[in-house]
């Protein structure tokens, strides 16, 4: 084994339409990845007015200080240069917490947005963030695999992949035995709606009746059954963290996907 980690990806829009309570619900999860050995974790960036403001994650960096967040800025959003500022004002306070930036899904972006230069904006955000911390940073790689690659390189960053089974032999290339990241849904009991919508989106369906073929989910989510061994096995002999993301924001189910995970991983 290689230096193989775990993490958790959680996305603020999931937890609650009131940003106060999303962000009560965000510091229940960050304390349970506290507790059960979890030091990742990953906030993804959606729309503008459900992503928490960098001062506003104050509470879970203070509270769990053997977590680090892992905040998503979206390059193409209109807001990225004020949240790339707040990201460095954050950074000089705090240890345990880190930048990824991503292209961004165009689910989340308005017209104007998604036209942008998703490549040229994360070299010159990079750029930005590296004159002025020198931590970890992760650069998302969706539909980019070689460009961010090489923007990597250029800024000693960690490459962030999202979960295709197909092209894990890929990534693991480009990253050059550097480290790398792979957000990876997952689920344990079949398919519930949020991981079927998920599917569809990965398909680019845009109707669909939620019946998807074996192969089709094997491709874009990780089925924790004693068939995936093979799959972990792959992630266990890179430099790589597992980015887990359970299609669930209830404790008790996190603690079960991780458990599971582990038990998988003790079969070996």
């Not at 990201?87 to 165009?106: H, T």
């Not at 919508?197 to 089925?223: M, P, Q």
């Not at 993301?245 to 998988?264: C, D, M, Q, W, Y």
């Amino acid at each position: 084994m290689r230096d193989f980690r775990l993490a958790k990806a959680t996305k603020p829009s999931q937890l609650s339409s009131r940003a106060d309570r999303a962000l009560a619900l965000l510091y229940e999860i960050n304390k349970l990845l506290g507790s059960i050995g979890i030091r990742e974790h990953f906030i993804d960036a959606e729309w503008s007015n459900t992503d928490p403001n960098f001062p506003d994650l104050s509470i879970l960096l203070e509270g769990q200080r053997d977590v680090t967040l892992v905040v998503t800025i979206s390059v193409r959003r209109s807001d990225v240069e004020r949240r790339v500022k707040d990201f460095i004002d954050m950074a000089q306070s705090y240890d345990n917490i880190q930048p990824c930036l991503v292209p961004g899904n165009p689910a989340y972006l308005s017209p104007h947005e998604v036209c942008k230069n998703s490549i040229k904006l994360m070299e010159e955000h990079a750029k930005t963030i590296r004159r002025a911390y020198d931590g970890v940073m992760y650069l998302g790689c969706e539909k980019i695999e070689k460009a961010s690659a090489r923007i990597a390189e250029l800024f000693n960053a960690t490459l962030f992949y999202v979960y295709k089974r197909s092209k894990l032999k890929e990534y693991f290339s480009l990253s050059n035995e550097r480290f790398a990241a792979i957000y990876t849904p997952v689920i344990v009991d079949g398919l519930n709606e949020a991981a079927k919508s998920y599917i569809a989106r990965r398909l680019g369906l845009n109707n669909f009746d939620g019946n998807f073929t074996k192969h089709a989910i094997d491709e874009y989510v990780l089925s924790l059954t004693n068939d995936c061994i093979h799959v972990l096995k792959c992630f266990r002999r890179q430099y790589a963290t597992l980015v887990i993301h359970p299609f669930s924001n209830f404790t008790s189910e996190i603690e079960k996907v991780f458990g599971k995970i582990r038990a998988l991983i003790e079969l070996w």
